[in-house]
């Protein structure tokens, strides 16, 4: 019998193989991290938006609380609900905020209130640095 010689099979990947993943990745990163920043930014404007009906609520509430016990219309918003220094009514606690906008409420001595949502840290919004939107007396 006569010894044969036994073939080695090649181990590992090749340079181009490696490339062809290392491209790969590459494209999907270029797909991926735009489309998680603009899903990052939707989140954040939903967010604002959520505190800003949380705010409407709450003077909602506060106007159907001062209708009740006093039986009377108010004036401006600022009697509905005695107005702190945070901007809310009075008692109704804070709005929860995420790390990166604050809740302001402005106009509140008339019957027109503006609602404003504002960024504080270097967080990019589509739309605009603030989200505006109004309550009134009914």
Do not use: C
């Amino acid at each position: 019998m006569q010894p044969t010689a036994v073939l080695k099979t090649p181990k590992g990947f090749t340079l181009i193989e490696v490339l062809s993943v290392v491209v790969i990745i590459g494209i999907l990163a270029a797909i991926a991290v735009p489309s998680y920043k603009a899903t990052m930014d939707r989140s954040r404007e939903k967010a604002a938006e959520a505190a800003i009906a949380e705010v409407k609520s709450r003077l909602s509430l506060a106007y159907a609380k001062y209708l009740l016990e006093e039986k009377s219309e108010p004036d401006t918003i600022g009697d509905i609900a005695g107005i702190d220094d945070s901007g809310l009514p009075a008692g109704s606690g804070e709005v929860p905020q995420m790390d990166n906008y604050t809740v302001t409420l402005s106009g509140h001595n008339g019957t027109i209130a503006t609602i404003t949502v504002t960024k504080i840290k270097d967080v990019d919004y589509s739309q605009s640095d603030e989200i505006d939107n109004t309550w009134e007396l009914p």
